[in-house]
């Protein structure tokens, strides 16, 4: 089994910055994404970026598109996302999720093993 552990993110003024890790231990080499998914209050988990841990390919949503980035170090099974240009409605519950293949990266129901979740606000 994988199980990311995340760390980073926190509280923020609007325009500020924040980064997340996420280390992925267990058995790594069934993941084919790793993703930063949030959730706000009373909404869906939303996808927000993935990368393709074979490649380095990577997707965002059209809401973070341009001011989120996310990156992968394989020899440590360990993502980054760095959020830039950070706006009040950015204000969520953040996770790192990683996924075995099956499933498009876009769908939060395809990914298998999820860190704890840390909250992130902009003020």
């Known amino acids: 089994d994988v199980q990311p552990v995340e760390s980073g993110g926190g509280s923020v003024q609007a325009g500020g910055s924040l980064r997340f890790s996420c280390a992925a231990s267990?058995?790594?080499?069934?993941?084919?994404?790793m993703g930063w998914i949030r959730q706000k209050p009373g909404n869906e988990r939303e996808v927000l970026a993935a990368?393709?841990?074979?490649?380095?390919?990577?997707h965002y949503a059209d809401s973070v598109k341009g001011r989120f980035t996310i990156s992968h170090d394989n020899a440590n099974s360990t993502a980054f996302l760095q959020m830039n240009s950070l706006e009040p409605e950015d204000s969520a519950m953040y996770y790192c999720?990683?996924?075995?293949?099956?499933?498009?990266?876009?769908?939060?129901?395809?990914?298998?093993?999820w860190g704890q979740g840390t909250q992130v606000t902009v003020s």
């Open positions: 999720a990683a996924k075995s293949p099956g499933g498009g990266w876009y769908a939060p129901g395809s990914y298998n093993a």
């Open positions: 990368i393709y841990t074979r490649d380095g390919t990577t």
């Open positions: 267990g058995v790594t080499a069934d993941i084919n994404y």
